[in-house]
């Protein structure tokens, strides 16, 4: 078998995961890609690998953008505030690009931590959201 068709069989076994995953997993899944962009944003910054920095954090950023188009502000109490932690993960994300600062990806990945494992536990619930 050779690389590339390695690579076909793992790329159509992720459309297939994505494609066959509940709204929550989904969720989870963004949350867990958003976290891996940002740590290695994070090395790339503290290893002065500015351009590997910028590709990540790109992505993180459509990640955020992804979290924040499946948001409903209407359906739930908490939803204006996690907004909020949205808007400022991205603001920091651009800042940390401007300013190569890695200590900002590293408060975002504080912030966004604890929401992702709230996300697992949620998604691991017997009739999931």
Do not use: F, K
């Not at 690389?3 to 963004?30: C, G, H, K």
């Not at 932690?85 to 300013?99: P, Q």
């Amino acid at each position: 078998m050779t690389a590339m068709t390695i690579e076909r069989q793992r790329s159509q076994y992720l459309r297939d995961a994505i494609m066959s995953a509940s709204p929550a997993r989904l969720l989870t899944m963004t949350y867990d890609r958003l976290l891996v962009d940002l740590n290695r944003a994070e090395a790339h910054q503290r290893a002065e690998e500015w351009s590997n920095a910028q590709a990540q954090l790109h992505h993180a950023q459509a990640c955020i953008a992804e979290l924040r188009s499946s948001l409903r502000l209407g359906e739930w109490d908490g939803a204006a505030e996690l907004m909020g932690i949205y808007d400022y993960t991205s603001r920091a994300l651009t800042n940390a690009v401007i300013m190569r600062n890695p200590a900002l990806i590293h408060e975002c990945i504080d912030l966004l931590t604890p929401l992702a494992e709230t996300w697992h536990r949620v998604a691991a619930m017997p009739g999931e959201v």
